[in-house]
């Protein structure tokens, strides 16, 4: 009986299993459709995002949405 039980439930996490990989292959096919990757070069101008920096504002609405330009000094390895 207990033994039933835990190769049905074997079978049923396989199953989960798959369907979480299939759902992160659409995903990921779908991010991808519509991503374009930015490079930028030592000298350009670039705007940064405000959405994780904390300021001194006090209304958020107020605040800018955006810091810069700043030039780019060097650059990094990326992801």
Not at 21 to 30: E, F, G, N, V, W
Not at 53 to 76: D, E, H, Q, S
Request: net charge positive; no cysteine; charged share 40%.
């Amino acid at each position: 009986m207990a033994s039933e039980r835990i190769k049905q439930m074997r079978i049923r996490r396989e199953e989960l299993k798959k369907h979480l990989l299939d759902a992160q292959a659409i995903q990921k096919r779908y991010y991808n459709k519509g991503h374009i990757p930015k490079e930028f070069e030592i000298g350009d101008e670039v705007l940064l995002s405000i959405k994780n920096i904390w300021t001194k504002r006090i209304k958020k609405k107020l605040n800018y949405r955006w810091l810069g330009p700043f030039k780019v000094v060097r650059k990094t390895k990326g992801n």
